[in-house]
C-alpha cells in the first residue's frame, strides 16, 4: 500500500514536471517575437529565422554623413530642410532634432567621431564633438587665396581636423584641404590640363595618416599628403576615390563595361569591382559606394541605370568584392520593404541606411545580429 501511494505520488509528481517543461516551451514560443528586430518569422506560427541585422529607426534623414567608431555611435546627416545635424545611436527618432545649423547645411562625421565638418551656405564649418552628441562650434581656417567666397563644398575629415573638399576659383573647381591644427588651407597639387590651366579636382576623403583621395580631369588619384604630387590610381577615365581608410583601403567608382561600378583598392594596390546580383534574378547593371571601414568592407548601393531612383538597393561588399544584400539580410521594420541607400559603417559592423516608411525616407542604424549574413548566390 505504501508502495502504491509513493508510486502514485511519483506520477503525479512526473506529470506536473511533464506539464511544466511544456508551459515552459509554450511561454519560450510566447516570448520569441520580442526579438523581432533580430529575426524574420517564417510563414509558419513557431518558426523564426534569425537574421544577421536589427535595425534602429533613426527618423527622417534627407542624407546621411557617415558614423563614427565611437560609442555610442555617433551620426551625422541633414534632414529635409537642408540642416545638418549630429546625434548618437541613443537617440533614436530625436536624431533629426540635434541640429548644428538652421542654415542650409551639410555635416560629416569623423572616424573616431570627435569632430564634424560640413558646409553652411557653402562656408567650410567645423565642429567638436562630445560622447552625447553634443557639438561646439570649432576654428576653421579660411579658404585659400583664389578661391571665391561662400564657393566651397567639404566633404572629408579627420580626427585631428584636417577636411577635404573642392572650391570655385577662376579657372575651375580646384582640391583644397582645411588644416585647424595649424590653422592653414590649401589648394591640393594637381597636373596641368592639356588648355595648360590647373586641372579641375576634388578631394573627397581624409584618413588619420594624411592620405587624401579624389579625383582630377576626371580621374581617381591619391594624394601621400596635403603637399604631394597627385597619384594616379588606374582605374581609367571617369573615375574617382571617394573614401580611404586608416589601413589603406580605398573605394570610389569607375566605368565598367560602359556602367558605373564601385571599386575597392586593397592596400596592396589590387582593385577589384563591386559584384552585383545575377541579372537573371534581379537586373541592376550599377553600383555605387558610400563608405568603407578598417577592413575594407564597404557599402553603398545596386541600381539599374535606366530607372536608378526606382530600382536603388543597399548593398554591402567585402574586399573582394563580395556581394550582400542589406534588405535580405535584415529583420525589417514595420512598414519597410527596402533599404534604399547605405552611406556608413564603421569597424564594429553597424551599418547607417536609408529606408522608406509610410511614404517618409528614414534612416536606420544597423546593428549586429545572431543569424549568419548571406551573400547572393551569383554575381557578375
Known amino acids: 500500500m505504501i508502495a502504491m501511494n509513493f508510486e502514485h505520488t511519483m506520477s503525479r509528481y512526473g506529470r506536473a514536471v511533464r506539464l511544466s517543461l511544456l508551459m515552459l516551451v509554450v511561454i519560450l514560443i510566447q516570448v520569441a517575437p520580442a526579438a523581432a528586430q533580430y529575426y524574420y518569422r517564417d510563414p509558419g506560427p513557431t518558426i523564426y529565422i534569425a537574421k544577421a541585422y536589427g535595425a534602429i529607426d533613426l ?26 545635424f549630429v546625434c548618437t545611436s541613443n537617440d533614436g527618432q530625436n536624431c533629426p532634432n540635434r541640429i548644428v545649423s538652421g542654415n542650409v547645411s551639410y555635416a560629416r562625421i569623423s572616424a573616431g567621431g570627435s569632430q564634424a565638418a560640413g558646409h553652411i551656405s557653402y562656408a567650410p564649418t567645423r565642429w567638436n564633438v562630445f560622447s552625447t552628441g553634443a557639438v561646439s562650434v570649432a576654428g576653421m581656417p579660411a579658404s585659400p587665396s583664389g578661391c571665391y567666397a561662400n564657393a566651397s563644398e567639404t566633404k572629408g575629415l579627420n580626427d585631428s581636423g584636417q577636411v577635404v573638399g573642392a572650391c570655385n576659383t577662376y579657372y575651375n573647381i580646384r ?29 573627397f576623403a581624409i584618413n588619420n595618416s594624411n592620405l587624401i583621395a579624389g579625383q582630377q580631369l576626371q580621374e581617381a588619384v591619391l594624394w601621400n599628403g596635403p603637399t604631394a604630387a597627385p597619384t594616379k590610381l588606374n582605374t581609367g577615365t571617369l573615375s574617382k576615390a571617394t573614401f580611404v581608410s586608416d589601413t589603406g583601403f580605398i ?58 531612383y526606382n530600382t536603388r538597393r543597399a548593398a554591402m561588399w567585402n574586399s ?32 547607417l541606411v536609408l529606408g522608406v516608411v509610410n511614404g517618409q525616407q528614414h534612416a536606420f542604424l544597423l546593428v549586429r545580429g545572431t543569424g549568419p549574413i548571406v551573400g547572393s548566390f551569383a554575381t557578375y
Open 251 to 308: 573605394a570610389g567608382e569607375w566605368r565598367y563595361n560602359g556602367q558605373t561600378r564601385g571599386f575597392i583598392r586593397n592596400p596592396n594596390g589590387t582593385i577589384v569591382r563591386t559584384l552585383l546580383p545575377n541579372a537573371s534574378t534581379n537586373w541592376t547593371d550599377a553600383s555605387e559606394i558610400g563608405a568603407i571601414n578598417n577592413s575594407g568592407t564597404a557599402v553603398g548601393y545596386t541600381y539599374r541605370t535606366s530607372d536608378q
Open 59 to 84: 527618423g527622417p534623414m534627407q542624407y546621411t554623413g557617415g558614423i563614427s567608431n565611437s560609442t555610442p555611435t555617433q551620426i551625422a546627416g541633414t534632414d529635409f530642410s537642408n540642416r545638418a
Open 175 to 203: 582640391p583644397v584641404i582645411w588644416d585647424a591644427s595649424t590653422n592653414t588651407s590649401r589648394i591640393l597639387t594637381t597636373d596641368y590640363s592639356p588648355a595648360g590651366a590647373p586641372s579641375p579636382g576634388w578631394a
Open 320 to 351: 573582394d568584392g563580395t556581394f550582400f544584400d542589406l534588405t535580405a539580410n535584415t529583420a525589417l521594420p514595420a512598414g519597410l520593404t527596402t533599404f534604399t541607400w547605405a552611406g556608413g559603417i564603421n569597424d564594429r559592423g553597424e551599418i
